[in-house]
């Protein structure tokens, strides 16, 4: 039982890190460190830097939201704590 405890608070973790490593490269990579490289490309007449940081970062963090309740769900119907 506790190996299984200890496996899936690894499956939680991994998934916790993977969705931060995200929500860090939008926010902060793509939104400040390389935004002055992507104001070249121009989206709907607006520069993509401008654009991604403004708006773009927050349709992926919405979509990070969906994304981890999803895996959450599969993890704990893995590890069979999941709710009915």
């Known amino acids: 039982m506790e190996d299984q405890g200890k496996a899936y608070w690894?499956?939680?973790?991994?998934?916790?890190?993977?969705?931060?490593?995200?929500w860090f490269l939008v926010s902060f990579v793509a939104g400040i460190l390389i935004a002055p490289q992507m104001d070249n490309i121009k989206l709907g007449g607006y520069p993509l830097?401008?654009?991604?940081?403004?708006?773009?970062?927050?349709?992926?963090?919405?979509?990070?939201?969906?994304?981890?309740?999803?895996l959450m769900g599969n993890i704990d119907r893995r590890f069979d704590v999941h709710e009915e």
């Open 10 to 22: 690894s499956a939680t973790l991994k998934l916790i890190y993977g969705i931060l490593t995200v």
């Open 49 to 70: 830097g401008f654009w991604f940081a403004q708006q773009g970062s927050m349709y992926v963090f919405i979509a990070l939201i969906f994304i981890y309740a999803k």
